[in-house]
């Protein structure tokens, strides 16, 4: 199946820094990535949907200057989270899939925690 | 409202014995309905997915069945094994009649230990 790599696999940072995690997908061209975030306990929670070389699209209640998407290639989707605050602590999850492609691929993951 | 129900949340057994997870949804309109496994600390892995037709899938020694009418799924898991421990979640993904971003509805997933 196609791989999806995220970097870093965990980070931790303090209060009031912009954090940047990369996702990509190694041996295909994804012309959609999706960003989630999952809280311990919880479902995937779907933040935002990139497509190449346009503006993503946000979820209802996911600020889009604070979470800031950029798509810049067909294999790479970076989420930058600005002015990090402790209730950003999360797991983030990215996934990516090409035009009309039903199977998503899911990165590993990122583990952000704020101090 | 678009919902996902899993059942049980959480589920104890022991290595070598088959389990079945429940998945219960109501979602419109239905475009397919997948189980992923989460291992903790990683992202989802496809396991199966199903579209309207079908009934049943497998994939090794998990198969999947889906009854479109009563809006159920379910997921058998046969011989367990300790490296089946994990979250097993239940994503039903709505069909739009435009463009391709189709919207995942996910239930909460049933945490699935198998013990030794």
């Known amino acids: 199946g196609a791989v999806v790599s995220q970097h870093p696999s965990r980070v931790i940072c303090k209060s009031g820094t912009s954090v940047k995690i990369e996702c990509r997908s190694l041996?295909?061209?994804?012309?959609?990535m999706f960003w989630y975030r999952q809280f311990p306990k919880q479902s995937l929670m779907l933040m935002a949907t990139s497509n190449e070389g346009s503006k993503a699209t946000y979820e209802q209640g996911v600020e889009k200057d604070k979470f800031l998407i950029n798509h810049a290639s067909l294999t790479l989707s970076t989420l930058t989270v600005t002015s990090a605050h402790p209730e950003d602590s999360s797991f983030y999850i990215c996934?990516?899939?090409?035009?009309?492609?039903?199977?998503?691929?899911f990165g590993p993951g990122t583990r952000l925690l704020v101090l | 409202k678009n919902q996902v129900e899993q059942s049980p949340q959480s589920l104890i057994i022991l290595e070598g014995k088959n389990c079945t997870l429940q998945c219960n949804y109501t979602v419109s309109p239905f475009s397919n309905l997948r189980w992923y496994k989460q291992d903790t600390g990683r992202g989802p892995v496809s396991l199966t997915i199903?579209?309207?037709s079908e009934n049943t899938k497998s994939n090794g020694r998990y198969t999947a069945t889906l009854d479109a009418d009563t809006k159920q799924s379910s997921l058998h898991i046969t011989a367990s094994q300790l490296s089946d421990s994990a979250s097993y979640i239940c994503v039903v993904s709505l069909s739009f009649h435009a463009g391709n971003n189709r919207k995942l509805i996910w239930g909460l997933g049933t945490s699935l230990a198998v013990n030794p």
């Open positions: 996934s990516a899939g090409g035009t009309g492609e039903e199977t998503q691929y």
């Open positions: 199903m579209t309207f």
């Open positions: 041996d295909f061209q994804a012309t959609t």
